[in-house]
């Protein structure tokens, strides 16, 4: 599923596109993919709406729109966003597309039907209104690691509270938001730690390498359009970071460092890639069956 790198190079490549753009209408085919309110409320919501900035939080896409409308867009594994003629055949698996009055529509394609979406309200100070319904969106995320407030401090309190293992920590997005089973494989070879090191064995060293390793790995991945990895691309295409991965599905090929092969584990029914040499655990522990020793 695209996740910080990927969802910001979308949200950066469509603002122009769509900025400024008058909603029109809104068409739908499948239902269940507005998550919030009831499909003809949401439609209803939208006409006559001005898109004015498209931004992220965590893997969502957020537009605000005029009257302080924000519409919250999750694309999940398979969805798709582009902006064509509004003259142009629909894809079989477009399932929403918001008509624009300049004559083009932006739509939504996902072939496997994973994405959602949903309309919410913010005050004039900027409080989303519909907190309830859109809890998991704007309050049960942890903190954008890019942004300037998430220092090095931060994230020592934020790690210093935890004890669980290093990669179901960083998948957790209640403790920070935007990473998923890429990038956390990705910053967890930059830093030598291995996944199923516990956070509480830490020292500061090892804090301040995974806290840099963090935002140096989202910070290329956003500088090359994200990894094009299954079914993401961004409006202008695919990004190219997939091509300058260390670790993440490169079971048994040789490690960039050290040139031992690279292993995979499953780990909470997700793919672990890393390396055994440079991530080394500093005592025994249970570990699941690694591919490609």
């Given at each position: 599923?695209?996740?910080?790198?990927?969802?910001?190079?979308?949200?950066?490549e469509?603002?122009?596109?769509?900025?400024?753009?008058?909603?029109?209408?809104?068409?739908?085919?499948?239902?269940?993919?507005?998550?919030?309110?009831?499909?003809?409320?949401?439609?209803?919501?939208?006409r006559?709406?001005?898109?004015?900035?498209?931004?992220?939080?965590?893997?969502?896409?957020?537009?605000?729109c005029?009257?302080?409308?924000?519409?919250?867009?999750?694309?999940?594994?398979?969805g798709?966003?582009?902006?064509?003629?509004?003259?142009?055949?629909?894809?079989?698996?477009?399932?929403?597309?918001?008509?624009?009055?300049?004559?083009?529509?932006?739509?939504?394609?996902?072939?496997?039907?994973?994405?959602?979406?949903?309309?919410?309200?913010?005050?004039?100070?900027?409080?989303?209104?519909?907190?309830?319904?859109?809890?998991?969106?704007?309050?049960?995320?942890?903190?954008?690691?890019?942004?300037?407030?998430?220092?090095?401090?931060?994230?020592?309190?934020?790690?210093?509270?935890?004890?669980?293992?290093?990669?179901?920590?960083?998948?957790?997005?209640?403790?920070?938001?935007?990473?998923?089973?890429?990038?956390?494989?990705?910053?967890?070879?930059?830093?030598?730690?291995?996944?199923?090191?516990?956070?509480?064995?830490?020292?500061?060293?090892?804090?301040r390498?995974?806290?840099?390793?963090?935002?140096?790995?989202?910070?290329?991945?956003?500088?090359?359009?994200?990894?094009?990895?299954?079914?993401?691309?961004?409006?202008?295409?695919?990004?190219?970071?997939?091509?300058?991965?260390?670790?993440?599905?490169?079971?048994?090929?040789?490690?960039?460092?050290?040139?031992?092969?690279?292993?995979?584990?499953?780990?909470?029914?997700?793919?672990?890639?890393?390396?055994?040499w440079?991530?080394?655990?500093?005592?025994?522990?249970?570990?699941?069956?690694?591919?490609?020793?």
């Open positions: 599923m695209p996740e910080l790198p990927e969802v910001e190079t979308i949200a950066r469509l603002a122009p596109l769509v900025r400024h753009a008058v909603i029109a209408d809104v068409w739908l085919d499948w239902p269940r993919v507005v998550r919030h309110p009831a499909p003809d409320a949401f439609a209803a919501g939208l006559g709406r001005t898109i004015l900035d498209v931004g992220r939080r965590a893997k969502w896409l957020v537009m605000d005029d009257g302080g409308a924000v519409l919250a867009i999750q694309i999940k594994m398979t798709q966003l582009t902006v064509p003629p509004a003259t142009e055949p629909r894809d079989p698996h477009v399932h929403l597309a918001l008509r624009l009055e300049d004559g083009r529509e932006l739509r939504l394609r996902d072939v496997r039907k994973f994405a959602r979406v949903g309309l919410y309200r913010r005050d004039e100070a900027g409080t989303v209104l519909d907190a309830d319904e859109a809890r998991e969106l704007f309050a049960g995320h942890g903190p954008e690691p890019l942004e300037s407030a998430f220092t090095l401090g931060a994230f020592r309190r934020l790690l210093r509270a935890r004890r669980g293992r290093l990669k179901s920590l960083l998948l957790d997005q209640s403790f920070i938001a935007g990473i998923g089973n890429i990038y956390a494989d990705e910053a967890l070879w930059r830093a030598r730690l291995h996944p199923l090191r516990r956070a509480d064995t830490l020292r500061p060293p090892h804090e390498r995974l806290y840099e390793a963090i935002r140096g790995v989202l910070s290329e991945a956003i500088e090359r359009r994200g990894s094009s990895i299954d079914d993401y691309t961004a409006p202008q295409g695919d990004g190219e970071m997939q091509e300058h991965l260390d670790v993440y599905q490169r079971t048994g090929q040789p490690c960039h460092r050290c040139g031992r092969p690279i292993r995979r584990i499953v780990l909470g029914a997700r793919g672990t890639h890393y390396c055994a440079c991530q080394r655990l500093p005592r025994r522990s249970s570990r699941p069956r690694a591919e490609g020793a």
